[in-house]
């Protein structure tokens, strides 16, 4: 790599972490050092079915369309991806509609610690949820503050607290504060009435 290369990395990471508050370079803590990874795709089929079952245990969020899991790195790597997908680009969500037939594409980054691959599948798969139940079309700051509410609390519940809490940090000059606010209802209101609220919500 040529001191040019080198220099263009390093500046990405740095304005792609200063925009949405985290690069892919800066996942690890260690509370994920031991935890095993997501590699292959029948384990990540697997934990996927698992997680499909707590969202609805936890949120009753169930999906009635086929999801597409692929483990493999969302395209589009770098700073610019990171201004339309504030995920850091370790999850994407593209819903599928050809004619009858419907379903959600999910990509996730292959070789996650377990918790964390079920925090970003959780994400998408609210998106997911969002698209097929029509909720939150017109507020997008709610759409992503919705998917990192639940996000955080799958890393929560994972004991993986200071994980949780970097979520809360994030700056990103739209979605930066959405998750705050969700907090603030569950606070204010409890769980049950914040899902009610979300789905009133265009
Ligand atoms: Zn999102």
């Not at 990103?172 to 204010?188: D, R």
Request: charged fraction near 25%.
């Amino acid at each position: 790599m040529s001191v040019v290369e080198k220099l263009v990395n390093w500046l990405g990471r740095t304005v792609e972490f200063a925009m949405t508050g985290r690069s892919e370079y800066q996942f690890t803590t260690s509370e994920f050092q031991t935890a095993r990874t997501i590699d292959g795709s029948v384990q990540a089929r697997m934990a996927m079915d698992e997680l499909v079952e707590d969202l609805d245990t936890w949120f009753q969020i169930k999906l009635a369309w086929p999801v597409f899991l692929e483990l493999k790195h969302p395209p589009g790597i770098g700073w610019k991806a990171s201004l339309y997908h504030t995920e850091g680009n370790m999850g994407r969500y593209t819903p599928q509609e050809l004619g009858e037939r419907r379903g959600h594409e999910v990509l996730v980054a292959p070789g996650l610690p377990r918790p964390r691959f079920r925090s970003i599948l959780a994400h998408e798969l609210v998106h997911a949820y969002q698209h097929e139940k029509k909720i939150l079309t017109k507020n997008i700051a709610l759409r992503e503050g919705m998917a990192r509410w639940v996000e955080y609390h799958v890393l929560s519940r994972a004991g993986a607290h200071e994980e949780a809490r970097r979520l809360l940090k994030i700056k990103h000059y739209m979605f930066g504060k959405a998750i705050k606010s969700v907090l603030e209802h569950e606070k204010n209101h409890g769980l049950e009435k914040t899902l009610a609220w979300l789905h009133e919500q265009d």
